[in-house]
């Protein structure tokens, strides 16, 4: 199925900032690719709650399974809070990390090869003119 | 028509500029309040979700009043949104009575003056401090004046509202022919010398949230048992963000012990049930409380379409849209969306 996604150089290693968006359109979708300490990740520039620019929010990490009355905090770099209603979705998935949000943001594979960072994308079909 | 408009009863406008207050302030106070531990508290006057929330800083929409209009308002076809200063939800937390009148008529000064001329959609509902009910009637008499008024916003005392102590207030209101809007604040549970929630003073954030309606319930029950409806017959009083679905078996429940302590209020010449339908009013938020199947019973059971009102809570992150009303039945989300509302807030039909 891989092989049917088309993938688009967003540019090299080097180019991204840690923790920093930088937004593609990318056949037709507002893409934002993201550096993180835990790796590249790119996602669909569009909150799934009320379609924000999710892009423009802030990556971190989240609260992980604990005992009551102590946090834990991890997946740093991991997650993307969206800048509108402050709910988080995992880069990796798409998956919300809580709340009433029942759709993914659209989250795309990133490949890394040779210092060049590429999205896969799958092409839409060609609408008649 | 009026049946087909879409009433918005709980819009969150903030102030997020404290000096925007103090502008509205005689001068005096303005010093008064003009120090630095004020104007940083006042930027956080807004303790509705209280330690641990997940939400944002104020959202940009809720300090421009042409913002969220056209944020909210147009793409959504609200034809009227009821302003409902949550800054000002909890001002019974404060133990200055002139002070925090002083602060509540700024406060409804400044959503006037900056909200109101901005767009003919708005109305206000004023707030009013609890501590002194004289003063705060003689607040209600004078913004009644303004049309564009639809309600009162009342902080609880620390009395129960069927206390003798805000009689100035309900006399006032129901002269008016304003509604009280009662609306949690944050302070509710979580501060000494707040009303409540059961059990004491809860840990959990999640924990406040879920009794929130607790005081709907405690209040709504002093107010018939104790005969305020029957002292005030015009008071409409609504209940915000507690949702509607306890209201069933609690109203079932008050109708129960009338008839058992019959004897302990014979002024009561209605069933509460009945009472219930007549002078209060529940809003919608949060929709997301309400179960998949049982909706249409649910709203049966609740007499939806003499008590339910849809109220967004826009701008603040747990909102709900107008599009969420869709899966009420035909008959009842028509009134839910707003025919109630055009007739429990006060809406004078213009000249």
């Known amino acids: 199925m891989t092989a049917l ?16 968006f930088r937004v593609f359109e990318l056949d037709g979708r507002s893409i934002g690719v993201v550096r993180t300490t835990a790796g590249f990740f790119a996602i669909r520039n569009t909150c799934p709650h009320e379609g924000a620019p999710l892009c423009q929010g802030q990556v971190r990490g989240t609260m992980l399974p604990s005992r009551p009355g102590s946090f834990r905090w991890g997946r740093e770099g991991q997650v993307v809070r969206c800048p509108w209603h402050g709910y ?5 998935s798409g998956e919300c990390v809580f709340g009433e949000v029942r759709d993914r943001a659209i989250a795309y594979r990133v490949e890394v090869r040779r210092g060049e960072v590429f999205v896969r994308v799958k092409p839409r079909r060609k609408r008649a003119a | 028509m009026a049946e087909m408009l879409t009433i918005d009863c709980d819009l969150h406008p903030l102030v997020t500029d404290p000096a925007e207050l103090l502008a509205c302030m005689p001068v005096a106070w303005r010093k008064h309040f003009d120090f630095p531990e004020f104007l940083a508290a006042a930027a956080r006057v807004d303790r509705y979700r209280g330690v641990g ?19 909210y308002l147009d793409p959504h076809r609200i034809d009227l949104g009821l302003l409902v200063p949550i800054q000002g939800a909890g001002l019974n937390a404060r133990v200055d009575p002139d002070a925090t009148a002083v602060l509540a008529s ?10 109101l001329d901005a767009d003919p959609r708005y109305r206000l509902a004023v707030v009013v401090a609890p501590h002194d009910p004289r003063r705060a009637a003689r607040e209600i008499r004078a913004w009644a004046k303004d049309p564009r008024v639809a309600a009162v916003l009342l902080p609880l005392w620390t009395l129960p509202m069927g206390s003798s102590h805000y009689f100035p207030i309900y006399a006032a209101a129901q002269a008016a022919g304003l509604p009280l809007i009662v609306h949690p604040s944050g302070v509710e549970g979580q501060y000494q010398g707040a009303q409540q929630l059961g059990g004491g003073i809860h840990r959990a954030v999640g924990t406040r949230q879920v009794l929130v309606h607790e005081l709907a319930e405690s209040s709504i029950s002093s107010l018939v048992f104790e005969g305020v409806f029957v ?24 109708d ?18 009945a009472q219930f339908r007549r002078h209060v009013r529940l809003t ?16 049966s059971l609740v007499h939806a379409s003499e008590t339910v009102m849809f109220g967004s809570h826009f701008p603040l992150y747990d909102h ?7 899966r009420l039945p035909g008959g009842v989300r028509e009134s839910v969306r707003g025919g109630l509302a055009a007739s429990t807030l006060r809406l004078p039909v213009p000249a």
């Open chain 2, 106 to 115: 700024a406060i409804n000064r400044h959503f006037a003056d900056r909200w």
């Open chain 2, 53 to 71: 929330s997940p939400a944002l800083d104020p959202p940009p929409v809720s300090a421009d009043p042409r913002r969220l209009a056209a944020a």
């Open chain 2, 231 to 254: 002292r005030y017959p015009e008071l409409r009083v609504v209940f915000s963000e507690c949702s509607f679905a306890w209201a069933a078996a609690f109203t079932w429940r008050l």
């Open chain 2, 256 to 273: 129960k012990e009338a008839r058992n302590f019959y004897f302990e209020m014979p002024w009561m010449k209605e069933l509460p049930s």
């Open chain 1, 88 to 92: 988080d979705f995992y880069l990796g």
């Open chain 2, 320 to 326: 709900d849209l107008p599009a969420a009303l869709d």
């Open chain 2, 284 to 299: 919608t938020q949060p929709l997301g409380a309400l179960p998949e199947a049982g909706l249409d019973e649910l709203l």
């Open chain 1, 5 to 20: 996604l088309e993938r688009h150089r967003v540019g090299a290693v080097e180019d991204f900032e840690i923790d920093r």
